[in-house]
């Protein structure tokens, strides 16, 4: 790719990689530092400027990724994956990340609202948004103690988990 002086180096983080997340310590850590890699190659590489570092950093979207998840009794799976009707399509995210990387964006933030508000309140107004967090992350946290559905704590009264 350097020798052609051109080309596209797409890497999926998270948004959880700019804003730390109550309930994904492990998994903010692991997008933190692909974060931190990328950005700092971004700038290794800016003698060639036809080369393009992409980070892609989706917010919810529709996945297997709880099912996916590990719980206390590493062969039990996770039972009930909680109401997704508040995350993005996966054919949505798939079609802007698309857009995106044929326009070169060097960072993308793909979200649905009210998520999307939230990732420019992070990066506009960081105390602010670290106070909604803080109040956000303790209810999330509490349903999550209570084996209530810890992601509709952004949205509505958590229903009971069903078994």
Known sequence: MIHRGDGIIATVSSIVGLVGAPLS???AASKHALQGFFNSLRTELTDYPNITISTICPGPVVSQIVHNA????????VSDAGDQSH???TE???RLILAGLSNRVKEMWIGQQ????FFY???YTPTFAWYITNLLGR????????GLDADTAYFTKPKAKTS
Not at 70 to 77: A, D, G, H, R, S
Not at 114 to 117: A, E, H, I, Q, R
Not at 139 to 146: C, D, P, S, T, Y
């Open 114 to 117: 009210p998520f999307l508000l």
């Open 70 to 77: 590990f719980t206390e009794q590493v062969e039990k799976p």
């Open 121 to 123: 309140l992070w990066q």
């Open 87 to 89: 995350k993005m399509s």
């Open 139 to 146: 209810k999330r946290v509490r349903n999550f103690k209570a």
């Open 25 to 27: 310590t492990g998994y």
């Open 92 to 94: 949505r995210c798939v």
